[in-house]
């Protein structure tokens, strides 16, 4: 294939590609996914602190995010995310705040759920204080052993108390538990001992055993209001952490707050955009319209690019993201710039039109692939190292560096070389050329300096 | 065509003049003001509050008392255009903080509806949380300087890659110099912009440096200095354009975006400027200076020394 040939495959490439990038993210308020901050909802980063003195184990983090995962779907929210970060965190997304007090106290529970025999506790202040009847009850740990825990509850709902009027949670169990509890209720009914029923380490109710229980059901009471009671049932359908979680970084986000950022962030966006193409035209006139479609093609296939993996679900857009967008403006205007400032020099130093338009680009290019690069081990850096929201602002300055390539490659070089051909020519001054030079043979007066490589 | 001769390196010494004061001012007021750090590296709340037009500040603070939240502070803020309040508090569970939020909307929405319902954003960072943050912030700023020096190590040569990192230095003392003296809050976000200018800046460094190696092969018919001195005049005009062009868009987005996007946008103008201006003024001279040490050139500056 001769060169010509293959810059005009390259521009058609281009011309694919951007018409590809509309059809994918238009309309983008649709087709680029928001993140949390901008249309709102509760983001939460939780931490895992392995209980008692074992480690944290990777098997324990997958269950708990298994775990966390299900209890968010209890919530009803719809497009949800669950997603682990790192070793020992997760992160939570939940748009809408209608409910994000019950999401956090849910996601907060440990849930774990113990039943142990009053008379086995070994701290005799704690015995008493049950025995009198006192409401939750802290246990300490190591003066109790429970005999089952909230493991073997398959299922959890709850009701109102037809005889005390209480709100309760029943608990329906297992073959293992249901035989566990029939044991146990069956050598207690005849003394009418007591059983506690202990969540995270406190006493929710201590019933005296009436009966033998043999079907493997049991009624949670405690002074329940009807929202803990629903949060209980959840985190008892859905198993105990095998780790405690403690929230560490949390953001609730109205929802008309964060359209406006993003409103502001577009306007600033389009704004800079505007006038940097003004100063490109009007500094190097012709160079600087190519410039200026070049920063077109560079924005279609940013946009496209964030569109197909916003279709994905691997993207969605936050506010740090959109300063990376606003930061990769910049570098995609610089790479035009040093195009055309590479080209003129060498046109300067006595170059054909024809031969500066192949080596000045191609110079061009390489020095702007040197710098996006150290830009984009910085962004890297930033992207696996830190932690939180500002992993959006490196995720989208990564993105663009990558379009920013792309755009010089199908873009700027193969149609500056084949302009340089048959358009420069025809109005040099326009396209920022003396009017001696000529497309291909040498020039008087000026023997071909040497830019070295 | 755009030719320039300016003397960059004769007056090499008015430059560095500028960027000890500049450096001193900013450790001096590093040393006596001190940077404010964000919630995110304390622990603690913040409440921005939106679309409050015409609730007064006492309003906002009385409402914020009466909802029993112990020591808030209430500040003002234009909040994307709108008056809008910071509330910082130290409460660092989060159900707490957000239950404290909207007692605080009921209290001011009593008699008429003042803000509307749920729209402020509560940020909660956990006790500790901070430390995590400041450690990965440090760990990903030694990566990517060293990742910088060893790329620019390999690709150029080491006593390139060092100066760069000298002119890295110097920008980020500045910047955060100028935040200790303006009292601006230094949050995640300001960190990674900065992060990401380091990067950015040292594309001016390198646009230099790739025409200094360039123009250093072969060299017989001046000293280094003044063949390093043509080289920045030759990529000036582009360093300018391309500092300016880059620049635009940040500064739009000062004036017009909100309080995130105003994070970044302060950080990336101040480190931009500082790294557009140390790649001439500091990582160029003192690298001709190091390199006229070099028995090589140090005979060229002796042939073509002014007399």
Same mark, same amino acid.
């Given at each position: ?41 509760? /983001? ?46 997760? *992160? ?128 949670? /009471? ?38 406006? /950022? ?10 800079? *955009? ?26 279609? *296939? ?139 043979? /040498? ?11 | ?15 560095? !003049? ?19 750090? !964000?919630?995110?590296?304390? !622990?603690?709340? %913040? ?7 015409? %609730? ?56 008429? %509806? ?105 060299? %017989? ?87």
């Amino acid at each position: 294939m001769d060169p010509k040939q293959r810059n005009y495959l390259l521009l058609a490439l281009c011309a694919i590609l951007v018409i590809g990038s509309w059809v994918m993210f238009f309309p983008p308020a649709k087709k680029i996914t928001q993140g949390l901050d901008i249309r709102g909802g509760l /983001s939460v980063i939780l931490t895992a602190k392995p209980r008692a003195e074992q480690q944290l184990s990777s098997d324990d983090m997958d269950r708990a995010v298994l775990i966390i995962n299900n209890r968010v779907n209890k919530l009803g929210a719809s497009e949800t995310s669950v997603q682990k970060q790192g070793s020992d965190s997760i *992160l939570v997304q939940i748009p809408g705040i209608k409910n994000a007090q019950e999401a956090l106290n849910v996601l907060q529970s440990t849930g774990q759920l113990e039943f142990v025999e009053v008379s086995t506790i070994t701290d005799t202040a704690t015995v008493a204080a049950i025995e009198s009847a006192q409401q939750n009850v802290q246990l300490k740990p190591g003066t109790y052993k429970p005999f089952m825990t909230g493991d073997v509850v398959t299922n959890a709902s709850v009701a109102q108390d037809p005889q005390s009027g209480k709100i309760v949670v029943n608990a329906t169990m297992n073959p293992a538990g249901t035989k566990t509890w029939a044991a146990v209720t069956t050598r207690l009914f005849p003394t009418h001992a007591q059983v506690a029923i202990v969540l995270d380490g406190v006493v929710k109710s201590a019933p005296q055993v009436q009966d033998a229980i043999l079907d493997g059901r049991t009624q949670i /009471s405690g002074n329940f209001t009807a929202q803990e009671a629903k949060d209980l049932a959840t985190v008892l359908q859905t198993g105990a952490l095998p780790v405690s979680l403690a929230p560490v970084d949390t953001r609730v986000v109205g929802p008309t707050l964060g359209q406006q /950022s993003l409103q502001q962030g577009v306007l600033a966006a389009l704004i800079g *955009l505007a006038i940097v193409a003004i100063y490109l035209v009007a500094f190097y006139r012709g160079l600087g319209l190519i410039s200026v479609v070049g920063l077109i093609v560079f924005g279609s *296939l940013f946009l496209g690019l964030l569109a197909t993996l916003s279709a994905f679900g691997l993207f969605a857009l936050s506010l740090p993201g959109i300063a990376g967008i606003v930061l990769t403006i910049g570098l995609a205007a610089d790479s035009s710039i040093l195009i055309n400032e590479r080209f003129r020099e060498e046109i300067g130093l006595g170059k054909t039109i024809r031969s500066a338009a192949a080596s000045g680009t191609r110079h061009a290019i390489g020095t702007s692939v040197d710098a996006d690069l150290v830009t984009f081990v910085s962004a890297l850096a930033l992207f696996v190292i830190a932690i939180g929201p500002v992993k959006g602002f490196a995720l989208t300055l990564m993105l663009g560096i990558f379009c920013d390539i792309v755009m010089m490659l199908i873009f700027s070089r193969p149609l500056i070389i084949l302009m340089a051909e048959s358009v420069f020519p025809k109005a040099p001054a326009f396209w920022g050329i003396p009017r001696e030079v000529s497309v291909t043979g /040498s020039v008087a007066g000026k023997k071909g300096g040497a830019v070295s490589a | 065509m755009h030719k320039f001769n300016i003397d960059f390196m004769g007056n090499r010494r008015i430059m560095f !003049g500028i960027s000890l004061t500049l450096i001193a001012i900013s450790i001096a007021a590093l040393a006596f003001r001190g940077l404010q750090f !964000g919630v995110e590296f304390k !622990g603690g709340t %913040v409440i921005n509050v939106a679309n409050a037009k015409g %609730v007064s500040q006492a309003e906002m603070a009385n409402a914020v008392a009466a909802a029993g939240i112990k020591d808030a502070s209430v500040q003002t803020a234009v909040v994307n255009g709108q008056t809008g309040f910071i509330i910082r508090t130290s409460v660092t569970d989060p159900a707490t903080a957000n239950g404290d939020a909207q007692k605080a909307a009921a209290e001011l929405n009593k008699t008429t %509806v003042r803000i509307p319902a749920g729209d402020f954003q509560v940020t909660t960072i956990g006790p500790g949380w901070g430390k995590s943050v400041t450690n990965a912030a440090l760990i990903a700023l030694a990566v990517s300087l060293l990742a910088i020096l060893l790329y620019v190590s390999i690709r150029f040569e080491y006593k390139m890659s060092v100066t760069a990192i000298l002119a890295l230095v110097h920008d980020i003392l500045i910047t955060l110099g100028i935040y200790a003296l303006i009292g601006y809050e230094v949050t995640p976000n300001t960190v990674a912009a900065l992060l990401a200018v380091l990067g950015y800046s040292l594309y001016d460094t390198i646009v230099v440096f790739h025409r200094i190696k360039e123009n250093s092969q072969g060299l %017989v018919k001046q000293s280094f200095m003044s063949m390093a001195n043509e080289s920045i005049n030759q990529v000036l005009v582009r360093s300018i354009n391309t500092s300016l062009t880059s620049l635009i868009p940040v500064v739009v987005l000062l004036i017009f975006g909100g309080p995130t996007l105003k994070d970044y946008a302060l950080a990336l103008t101040i480190g931009l400027i500082s790294g557009a201006y140390s790649s001439i003024g500091v990582a160029a001279p003192i690298y001709a200076m190091w390199k006229e040490r070099e028995p090589k050139y140090a005979a060229l500056a002796k042939k073509f020394a002014k007399a």
